[in-house]
Structures are given as structure tokens and as C-alpha cells.
């Protein structure tokens, strides 16, 4: 895959919603770069990214991981697993993971990570190495999820709000009023409530691999080439 079939924005916006680690935090000025160049984005998007990329590059790396898992691992209404939002727990979201997974096997891409075949970020990956036209379309049909994420993130002041927008911006389509109001109608789950937490994701979690805990894409390739293949990291530990 040579680097003119590679959506550098794709990755570089996946790496923005991977679990903060000090490689992340190197990459920031490179990744920083490629959104700021990308002329597909609104002068407005790319100053909305501005905030989250400096976050991610000058913050301390313990209360950048603190964040995050409050956001999106204690929420479940903010959920970087796509089809938790559509499908929850019933039986259909496992055979839609399956389904995402071998389209992944279909077109040559087998994901190098733990996390599910939805989790946007690997989802993101994916589309990166895709026709522009296939991941603007698969994009699209994520927009009402991407909306609800970016409507409730706004709603917290957060950065990460600017991710999701950029992504709405790049699918070039409006997400469907009453799929994203069924979205928000959801019930949230108070993030310091780790009783009420445990009970909500105790049978919801669907493995398909050996550590759930496990990871974003790595960032090690990215510093060197952003055209190559990311490999997983792995969460929770900060290099001394």
C-alpha cells in the first residue's frame, strides 16, 4: 500500500481518539501537521482540532489518560465501540461484529489490535486504506452516532468534540435528525457511580481477542511514516 492510497487524515484523527500514551504525545506535532494541511476540512474544523492536538501534545500524560477513561471508557452514551450505541445488547451486535470483521478480511486489512472490529479507531484505520469513496460512504452511514458523540462531548466542553465533527465533515452528509434524537434519548451513566458502571457493562462486553485491554493503534510507525501499518499499544502505563 504505497502512500498515495493511504487517507493520512483517517489515521491521524484515529490517533486522536486513542488511549493517551507518551508515544501519542510525541506524534502530536506530525499528526498536528497533517489535519492542519488537509484542505477537505473547513478552516473552522481545523481551528476546532487546534486545542485537542495541544492538549494531547503538552498535557500531563497521567491526567490525559485520567480524561479519557472518564469519557469514554465510565460513559457508556460515549462509547468508542460503534455498534454499542445501535445494537447494545442484543444478539445482533455480535453478528454485525462479525459481519465488520470480514469485510475488514475481505479487503486485505486484518486488524493488529484487541479492541472490537467497531471501535472507531480501528474503524478509522480501516477506512484509511479504502477508496475515497467507500470510507466517505461508511462514514455516512455512521453519521448519526458520529453526531450523538460529538453533541455529548460538546456538551461535557470537551476537545475530543472536534473529532467527531471533522469525521461528519468528511463523510460530506447530515446525520438523520431522529436516528441521532433516539441517540441522545439514551439514559447516561454517572462516571463516578462505579457500582451502577459494573452492573451496566458487566454481560455487555463481546472479546475477540486474549486482552480487552489492549489497544489503540500503536504510534511507533507513526513518528517515521505515516503511510505504514499501525500495531496495537497497550493501555494504562506511562514510560518512565
Known amino acids: 500500500m504505497t502512500l498515495q492510497t493511504q487517507d493520512r487524515t483517517l489515521k491521524a484523527l484515529s490517533l486522536l481518539l486513542c488511549y493517551p500514551t507518551p508515544a501519542l504525545q510525541d506524534a ?27 492538549e494531547l501534545g503538552q498535557g500531563d500524560p497521567y491526567d490525559l489518560q485520567e480524561r479519557f477513561v472518564m469519557l469514554f471508557d465510565r460513559s457508556r ?6 455498534f454499542e450505541h445501535v ?19 475481505e479487503a486485505g486489512f486484518e486488524p493488529v489490535t484487541t479492541e472490537l472490529p467497531d471501535h472507531l479507531p480501528v474503524l478509522l484505520e480501516f477506512l484509511s486504506t479504502q477508496p475515497k469513496a467507500e470510507a ?4 455516512a452511514d455512521a453519521a448519526p452516532i458520529l ?7 460538546e456538551r461535557r466542553e470537551s476537545a475530543y468534540a472536534a473529532v467527531p465533527a471533522a469525521l461528519l465533515q468528511l463523510a460530506g ?19 463516578n457511580d462505579l457500582q451502577a458502571l459494573d452492573e451496566v457493562w458487566q454481560e455487555s462486553e463481546v472479546i475477540f481477542g486474549p486482552d480487552p485491554n489492549a489497544g489503540c493503534p500503536q504510534m511507533r510507525d ?19
Not at 505515516?226 to 493501555?235: E, F, H, L, N, T
Open 136 to 139: 466517505q460512504e461508511i462514514l
Open 173 to 191: 452528509v447530515s446525520a438523520d435528525k431522529q436516528a441521532v434524537a433516539e441517540l441522545l434519548d439514551q439514559p447516561e451513566t454517572d462516571p
Open 28 to 54: 502530536m506535532p506530525e499528526i498536528g501537521g497533517v489535519l492542519a494541511a488537509e484542505t477537505r476540512l473547513t478552516a473552522a474544523t481545523r481551528r476546532a482540532l487546534r486545542p485537542l492536538v495541544q
Open 222 to 240: 507513526m513518528l517515521s511514516r505515516m503511510d505504514q501499518p499501525i500495531s496495537p499499544a497497550p493501555r494504562g502505563v506511562v514510560a518512565e
Open 87 to 105: 445494537h447494545g445488547e442484543s444478539r445482533d451486535r455480535g453478528g454485525a461484529m462479525v459481519s465488520l470483521l470480514e469485510t475488514y478480511r
Open 147 to 153: 453526531e450523538a458523540l460529538r453533541t455529548r462531548l
Open 77 to 82: 452514551t460515549l462509547s468508542l465501540n460503534l
